[in-house]
C-alpha cells in the first residue's frame, strides 16, 4: 500500500507570492492534518480534515488555508507568503478520527521563501 | 496546560550501549501515547503506540516505551543502538476526547561510533 505523498518535496518561493501544497493520503483514509515544522517552534497542528470538512484549526493567521478533495487528497495553500513560513510542512493521514487510530506522515514539503 | 515533555534536547550514547528517552505529559486522564522517529529532511515514521492494556509496548527497530500512570510518563528505550538510530526522537499525546495529538519538541539522538 502506497504511504503519504506530499509534493512537491521542496519549493522556493519569494515574499508575497502564494503557494499550494498537496498531499495525497493512504488509500482508504478519511482524515489528512497538516503540520508546521520549524527548528524554533517543533511540530504546530495546522488543520485537520474529514469527509472533506475542516474539523479542527490550529493558532495561525487566516494566510494559511486548506481544503479536501472527495477522493481525500487534501491541499493547503499559504497566501502573502513572509520569512517566518520557510518550514517543513507535514502532512498526516489517518484511517479515521479519534480513538486508537494512529497518524502516518508523508515526507513533507520544505518551503523557503526568500 | 495540556503539555507534552521531553527534557533532553540532545542524548549521545556509543554505539551499543543502551538509551533512554523520557518522555512526561500532563493531562487529566490517560491519553494515547505514541513515539515517532524522523531521519534528516524525512518525514516522522511511528515506532510505537500506546492505547491501552499491557504498560510496555513493543515497536519497530527494537524499541520499546513503559507508560507509567503515576509519573505520567511514556519513556522509549532500546537495550543496544545502532549508528543508524541517530535521529530525532518525538513523543506525541493525545487526549482521549481529542482528535488532534500534540507533539514534544523532540530529542536528538546522536550516536558515536
Known amino acids: 500500500k502506497a504511504g503519504v505523498t506530499q509534493t512537491p518535496r521542496y519549493l522556493i518561493k519569494t515574499r508575497g507570492q502564494q503557494v499550494t501544497l498537496s498531499c495525497s493520503p493512504i488509500?482508504?483514509?478519511?482524515?489528512v492534518s497538516w503540520y508546521q515544522q520549524t527548528p524554533g517552534q517543533g511540530l504546530q497542528f495546522l488543520f485537520e480534515y474529514f469527509s472533506e470538512t475542516q474539523r479542527n484549526k490550529g493558532n495561525f493567521p487566516g494566510r494559511f488555508s486548506g481544503r479536501q478533495f472527495s477522493n481525500s487528497r487534501s491541499e493547503m495553500n499559504v497566501s502573502t507568503l513572509e520569512l517566518g513560513d520557510s518550514a517543513l510542512y507535514l502532512c498526516?493521514?489517518?484511517?479515521?478520527?479519534?480513538?486508537?487510530?494512529?497518524?502516518?506522515f508523508g515526507q513533507g514539503t520544505r518551503l523557503t521563501v526568500v | 496546560a495540556q503539555s507534552v515533555t521531553q527534557p533532553d534536547i540532545h542524548i549521545t550514547v556509543s554505539e551499543g550501549a543502551s538509551l533512554e528517552l523520557r518522555c512526561n505529559y500532563s493531562?487529566?486522564?490517560?491519553?494515547?501515547l505514541f513515539w515517532y522517529v524522523q531521519s534528516p529532511g524525512q518525514g516522522l515514521q511511528l515506532l510505537l503506540k500506546?492505547?491501552?492494556?499491557?504498560?510496555l509496548v513493543q515497536g519497530i527497530k527494537g524499541f520499546e516505551a513503559e507508560f507509567k500512570r503515576s509519573q505520567s510518563s511514556f519513556n522509549l528505550r532500546k537495550p543496544s543502538v545502532h549508528w543508524s538510530d541517530a535521529a530525532e526522537y518525538f513523543c506525541?499525546?493525545?487526549?482521549?476526547?481529542?482528535?488532534?495529538?500534540?507533539f514534544g519538541r523532540g530529542t536528538s539522538l546522536i550516536v558515536h561510533p
Open positions: 488509500s482508504g483514509h478519511r482524515s
Open positions: 500506546y492505547f491501552s492494556g499491557d504498560t
Open positions: 493531562y487529566g486522564a490517560t491519553p494515547y
Open positions: 506525541a499525546v493525545r487526549p482521549g476526547g481529542s482528535y488532534i495529538p500534540t
Open positions: 498526516a493521514s489517518s484511517a479515521d478520527r479519534g480513538g486508537d487510530t494512529e497518524a502516518f
